[in-house]
């Protein structure tokens, strides 16, 4: 199969934007590492801090959501403990996150109702 020298062109072109963005992503990757190998150096817990940069990417409503789902779990294997702990600290570090994210964007209609009718399902299924 032969190709037309236009057509090598554009391919030899599309395999080196490729090969310098794959250089550029390594480069982010390692900025990254450093970034919380000093973090770590500094006392603080990497993996709580990849946790929180997790969940600020995250819409509010699908956060909102996935609390409710992993509250009701803890709730229906008599976790209440860790329930209550997990909900202050979501109050905690997301509450002044999510009053600035909910004034950026208005909330998606209809989505609060339909999460909360999910919750009541797993909750009967857990008794």
């Known amino acids: 199969m032969q190709l037309?020298?236009?057509t090598k062109d554009q391919l030899r072109a599309f395999v080196a934007r490729i090969e310098r963005l794959e250089e550029e992503k390594a480069a982010l990757a390692a900025d990254l590492r450093e970034v919380y190998a000093e973090a770590k150096g500094n006392g603080f817990d990497v993996k709580a801090l990849r946790a929180v940069v997790r969940i600020r990417?995250?819409?509010?409503?699908?956060?909102?959501?996935?609390?409710?789902?992993?509250?009701?779990?803890?709730?229906?294997?008599?976790?209440?403990?860790a329930e209550a702990a997990i909900t202050a600290q979501a109050k905690l570090i997301l509450g002044r996150e999510s009053s600035r994210r909910s004034s950026?964007?208005?909330?998606?209609?209809?989505?609060?109702?339909?999460?909360?009718?999910?919750h009541r399902r797993c909750a009967r299924r857990a008794r």
């Open 4 to 6: 037309q020298n236009s």
């Open 57 to 81: 990417k995250q819409d509010e409503n699908k956060r909102k959501e996935e609390e409710a789902v992993l509250v009701t779990y803890l709730h229906a294997l008599g976790m209440a403990e």
């Open 104 to 118: 950026d964007r208005p909330a998606p209609r209809g989505s609060e109702p339909a999460a909360r009718a999910r």
